[in-house]
């Protein structure tokens, strides 16, 4: 009889077990999922913070809002940058999205036009993009850079530049608090934060396969066809003309010669007056 008792027990206990194992897997999922859901969209956002930098670069990829402009341009008015370099892609035959930046980005502020340089491109990428821009950077002896582009990829693009610049420059990114199209707080109850925080996190595990391998680049690795210059040195070469401004000078040149040939016309009539006057 004892033997019957002691069959009957251990059924029981296995029962046990195992219920408690499923309880202690759902706990753990559930667990991993509130971890998942309230820092994977923190984790993607890299905030750095900073006095001064000497140079910004904004990544090519702004909204229609030009976000990342009143960002940047906030920052230079505050003394906290001095020089801005700004990417855009072609997107027409002969003008590029960077043309329709820094005509913005000059509305902004009273910003001196040789501190704000250009970089047109047809880079498809991030990584294209830092291939471009690496050189020319420790060209000029970047010491501290400001790499502006959207919250959620703020990780995945400085690691890109850190990798294939080296030791230098050191690069900072920033959370330009723009949360129409990501929020991290909230990322899994919006459309677009959603689809941004998937795109960021398979584009991320990506970049580990691109950056297998490579080499730091140096200042004499070529740009290819990106030429680099400031809004100065373009106006230098095609001076931009503002119609309204030339109008105004030349009405105002014609009037001087208007108002002489109306005073020449007012001294004839006088004199054809005077004239018939003196006549018998």
Known sequence: MSKILMNDKNPRKNRKKIWGIVIASVACLMALFYIVISRSGHWLVVDDKFDHVKWAVILDGQTANLERNDFVADLVQQGKVDSVVILGRRVYRDRSNVDFYAEDFMRLGKFDPATIF???HDDPSTLSEACTIIPWLKKHKADT???VTAAPATRRAKRIFETLSGDKPVYLTADIAYNRQYNADAWIFNRESRKNWIR???AYANSFYDLFGVYPLSEKDSTFFSKIRSIAEEEKDEPIINLLDLQAKTVAEDKPAQDSGKQ??????KADTAKADSLP
């Open 118 to 120: 250009l970089v047109r």
């Open 145 to 147: 850079v400001l790499i």
């Open 264 to 269: 020449a016309e007012t001294a004839k009539a």
């Open 200 to 202: 960021e996190w398979f």
